[in-house]
């Protein structure tokens, strides 16, 4: 069976003549990939992820590394963090690990600091109070 692409996003079976699925991530997939083809002949090295579980797309370039990839996570946890506050009763579990998570990778190449120290185990603290909080409400 032959497929088309019709501009309307929806494919159409050429024999058929009728509506089939369409993968939306493989077919964004493969044309990022021919994307990235054409920029490395300009001498632009990327690395493409596909999150197929999650439904993500991420281009690396070829400057980024793993510790790099782990802050642009944190970011993206932290952002759910800051829009779920109070919203969901794991909100302040989220966020307090999250900011100890970002702590601990903003020192990675460093020396974590008395200072971040301290605030990080302010922050467990304030997990440990969540915890109980969660688990009398749940009685």
Not at 111 to 130: K, M, P, Q, Y
């Amino acid at each position: 069976m032959v497929r088309i692409l019709k501009g309307d996003g929806n494919e159409y079976s050429k024999d058929e003549n009728k509506k089939t699925e369409i993968d939306p991530l493989k077919t964004l997939s493969q044309e990022v990939r021919l994307l990235l083809d054409s920029v490395k002949a300009k001498g632009i090295i990327t690395t493409l992820n596909v999150d197929e579980e999650n439904g993500i797309v991420r281009i690396y370039s070829n400057n980024t590394n793993e510790l790099k990839r782990a802050l642009s996570a944190v970011s993206e946890i932290l952002d759910l963090a800051y829009s779920t506050t109070e919203h969901h009763p794991y909100s302040l579990l989220l966020y307090h690990s999250t900011e100890i998570l970002r702590s601990i990778l903003d020192a990675w190449e460093d020396t974590l600091a008395v200072d971040g120290l301290s605030e990080i185990a302010w922050r467990i603290d304030e997990i440990r109070s969540n915890i109980d909080r969660i688990s009398i409400s749940d009685q």
